[in-house]
C-alpha cells in the first residue's frame, strides 16, 4: 500500500533536481542546489592563510556560516553548521593545504523540507567549482518515518510538519560511477560506496525503521550521483564550449 502524498510522488521518489555551479563571481566557488521548491546557496572562500583557534595547523581546516533565509541564526543553524563541517572535513583531503582555512557559507534560499541534505549537496558542489582537494563527492538524503509508520524519502515541508514523526539526515559516498578519478574510490582500502559518512537521527524510530531508510537512502543516493556526474559533465562540455 502506497502512502498517499500530496505531491502525488511516491514513497521512494526525490522531487526535481537542479544545481548550477560558478555562479557567484567574487567567491572562489558556488553553486545552487534546488530540490523541489527547496533552494540552497553555497559560496566557497579559501583556502586562506591560518586556521581557526583550536583547530590542528598542520590540516587545512573547513569553516561553516550558515544564513537563514531571514532571521538570526538559533540552535537548529548552529546544529547544521556542525553537522555540514564534520562531513565536509570528512570528504576534503585536509593534508594537501595545512595550515589554511576554508569557508563555506551557506545561504537559505527557500526552504520547503529536506533542508539540511540539499545544503550538504550545495556545499559539495560549490567545493567541487573551487577546486578543494577532495576525496570523493558526497550526496545528502533526508528519510523519514511518517506516523502512520511508512517510511518516505524527501520530504517537503508540510510533511515534516504535520505527518513526521522522526527523521534521518545521510549522507552517502558518491556511487562508483563518478566523475572522480579512479583512484579516489577506496579510501583506507576500503571500497568508499558500501559505506556512509554522516548519519543524523531527530525524533524517536525503531531500529528496523532506521535500517530501513538506510536502504532506502542508499538507493536514492545512486539516484543524486547519477544526477550529479550528469551536472558536472554537461558542465564541463558548456565550459569547454565556451573557451
Known sequence: MEVDREDGRSQNQLRPLACSRNILHRAHGSASWSQGDTKVLAAVYGPKAGTKKNENPEKACIEVIWKPKTGQIGKPEKEYEMILKRTLESVCILTVNPNTT???????????????????????????????????????????????GYVILDPTKLEEQQKMKAFAYLVFPNSVHSVLPEGSLRVEGEPIENGIITSVTHGIMSVDDYFYCLERGRAASVKLSDFLRRNLQQQS???SKAG
Open 102 to 148: 576554508t569557508s563555506i557559507i551557506v545561504q537559505v534560499v527557500n526552504d520547503d523540507g529536506a533542508l539540511l541534505p540539499s545544503a550538504i549537496n550545495a556545499a559539495c558542489m560549490a567545493l567541487v567549482d573551487a577546486g578543494i582537494p577532495m576525496k570523493h563527492l558526497a550526496v545528502a538524503v533526508c528519510c523519514c518515518v511518517a506516523k502512520s
Open 237 to 239: 562540455t558548456d565550459s
